[in-house]
Nanobody, 124 residues
Framework: AVYLAQSGGGSVQNGGSLTLSCAYS????????PAWFRQAQGSERDLVAA????????AFGDSVKGRFTLSRLAADHTVYLHMNDLKPEDTAVYYC?????????????????WSQGTQVTVSS
């Protein structure tokens, strides 16, 4: 099993920055694809970003490209989502997810392990 510990979230003003972290344990091999999804009220849950640990291939949702970045601390088995130039439309509950994998995983339905989610609110 993959255990996920999510931190971060909160409120920020339009144009601000916020960083979310997701630490994984239990399964710590490099064949792992952590990802971030978000769900705004009344909307479906969409991919924000994903990474395949072994080769650091990444993917970003279209709405966050150029504004959000990923980083990681390998020794701590932690992945960070750096959210920059935040906009009110980024307001959502953000979830960390992860799956053992042989490559980058993007579909929400493919993910087995999920964090509890954290609220990110961007005010005008």
């Amino acid at each position: 099993a993959v255990y996920l510990a999510q931190s971060g979230g909160g409120s920020v003003q339009n144009g601000g920055s916020l960083t979310l972290s997701c630490a994984y344990s239990g399964y710590t091999r490099e064949h792992l694809s952590p990802a971030w999804f978000r769900q705004a009220q009344g909307s479906e849950r969409d991919l924000v970003a994903a990474i395949f640990i072994r080769d650091e291939r990444v993917a970003f949702g279209d709405s966050v490209k150029g504004r959000f970045t990923l980083s990681r601390l390998a020794a701590d088995h932690t992945v960070y989502l750096h959210m920059n130039d935040l906009k009110p439309e980024d307001t959502a509950v953000y979830y960390c997810a992860a799956n053992p994998a042989n490559g980058l995983v993007r579909p929400e339905s493919s993910y087995t392990y999920w964090s509890q989610g954290t609220q990110v609110t961007v005010s005008s």
